[in-house]
């Protein structure tokens, strides 16, 4: 999802539900795109990686779909627990200037309601 | 051991004040990261250390300072800083700076100008 202002997207859902966050990123020279999450108070935590020669992969409970044709990333949460509430950034590795660096989407806050 | 970790968990200092934040990992990582996050907002890059040499500035204020004194340790001292400064600051590490590495990120250290 896109921000708006200083609001932070935001997805809530039932527990035991799927969740999809999307994701939208801006360089075509992208490679690498890692989803983490972020609980309050802590700092990001890795969830799931894909490389720029995939479209999909999967972990625990976990998928990433990357759509190279429309820069679109998206993550989805099989049944959802309310240990999942967290905000999630996605972020894309790729050169900037002479450097590669990552950057961050601005986020969504999921909250999953028992 | 796969961990990150940043002391202080939470720093209070005025304007005039110096202060430095610690961040140390033993992960073998030759790549090392301090960024900035404020509330609701994406973390922000500030500097990288790749082999223990400064490779990336994003254009931080001097009241910033880093230093890599070894492989395993990044610091950053500051001074002279504004409210506005006020944040959230995260270390991350990496295996290299190259783009397809994953950067575990620390827990950050709370700081708060007054």
């Known amino acids: 999802g896109e921000s708006v202002g200083l609001h932070l997207p935001t997805l809530s859902v039932q527990e035991g539900d799927n969740s999809i966050i999307n994701c939208a990123y801006s360089?075509?020279?992208?490679?690498?795109f890692i989803w983490y999450k972020q609980e309050s108070g802590k700092g990001p935590q890795f969830i799931i990686d894909?490389?720029?020669?995939?479209d999909k992969r999967q972990g625990q409970r976990v998928t990433v779909l990357l759509n190279k044709t429309v820069k679109h990333l998206s993550l989805q949460i099989a049944a959802t627990q309310p240990g999942d509430s967290a905000v999630y950034f996605c972020?894309?590795?790729?050169?900037?200037?002479?450097?590669?660096?990552?950057?961050f989407g601005k986020g969504t806050l999921l909250t999953v309601n028992p | 051991d796969t961990e990150v970790t940043q002391t202080p968990k939470h720093l209070v200092m005025g304007m005039t004040n110096k202060k430095s934040l610690k961040c140390e990992q033993h992960?073998?990582?030759?790549?090392m990261y301090w960024y900035k996050q404020k509330a609701k907002k994406p973390p922000e890059l500030m500097f990288v250390?790749?082999?223990?040499?400064?490779?990336i500035n994003e254009s931080v204020p001097s009241r910033f300072s880093p230093e890599c004194p070894n492989s395993s340790l990044l610091n950053l001292h500051l001074h002279a800083l504004q409210p506005e400064d006020s944040a959230l600051y995260l270390c991350?590490?990496?295996?290299?700076?190259?783009?397809?590495?994953?950067?575990?990120f620390g827990p950050g250290t709370r700081l708060t100008v007054l």
């Open positions: 991350a590490s990496s295996q290299s700076s190259g783009g397809l590495n994953e950067q575990f």
């Open positions: 360089n075509s020279a992208s490679d690498y």
């Open positions: 894909i490389r720029s020669n995939m």
């Open positions: 972020a894309e590795s790729g050169v900037r200037g002479s450097n590669y660096k990552l950057t």
């Open positions: 992960m073998g990582h030759r790549a």
């Open positions: 250390y790749s082999y223990e040499k400064l490779s």
